[in-house]
Structures are given as C-alpha cells and as structure tokens.
C-alpha cells in the first residue's frame, strides 16, 4: 500500500496509507501516523489556533475536528502533491483520522486503483 506524506505547510507531521475511500464522492480518508509528535491534539490545536482556523468540534483535549484547511498539503511518494479540494484532520487525543476531498475520478483511478476496484466489487 502507498504510503503519503502529510505536512502543515512546511511541516512534515506524520504519513497515511489512505486505507478507506468513498470513491464516488472523491474522498480518501486514512489513520495519520505521527513523526516526532508527542501530543498530536495539542500540536494541532495550537496550529490551528495560530492560522485562525475554525473548529467544526473541540472537546477540550478529548476530540478536534476542522473544516477543509488550505495549509495541510499531501505529498506522494514521488514528492508530487495531491490534488483536490484540500484536507481535514480529526482526532482523539493522539489517534487521529486525515480526510482529503475532490479527487477527479481520473486521478482517483490513477492514484487508488485499488479502492476503484473494490467500489465496483472487482477482484483480481
């Protein structure tokens, strides 16, 4: 499974496989996996909060979630940046979920092949 990188910007934060997808609707969403991270809910919240970001929920340090941010960028392996709408991040404490939307079906069928083929109950 690929692996992509995520980044706050300039940031390298943590990779995703991007294990599920509603292909219809373009949307990849994956477990982040945290690099160099000790409190994912804090660093978040504070990044937020700095690029004046609106919560969509903010539990006080139990659960976060946002609305699409510019700033998170997603790269793939090759160092070329995925194209969509943009991205979310949400999460529990250090468990959290990226979700990225507006994928093309082109690239879509590109990109997660795999999941294209598991929406029209294909096999190989």
């Not at 160099?36 to 969509?56: A, G, M, Q, R």
């Not at 139990?62 to 979310?88: C, H, M, P």
């Not at 879509?108 to 929406?119: D, G, T």
């Amino acid at each position: 499974m690929k692996k992509y990188k995520i980044f706050l910007d300039d940031i390298l934060i943590g990779t995703t496989n991007f294990e599920f997808a509603d292909v219809p609707m373009g949307v990849v969403f994956g477990k982040v996996n945290f690099i160099d991270i000790e409190n994912p809910y804090l660093f978040i919240k504070s990044y937020y909060l700095k690029n004046k970001t609106n919560f969509e929920h903010d539990d006080c340090e139990e659960f976060l979630t946002s609305q699409i941010q510019r700033f998170i960028k997603v790269y793939k392996d090759n160092n070329e940046e995925l194209i969509g709408w943009g991205a979310y991040l949400s999460g529990l404490k250090d468990d959290f979920q990226i979700d990225f939307m507006g994928i093309k079906s082109d690239l879509m069928l590109a990109e997660f092949p795999h999941h294209v083929k598991q929406y029209y109950g294909e096999t190989d």
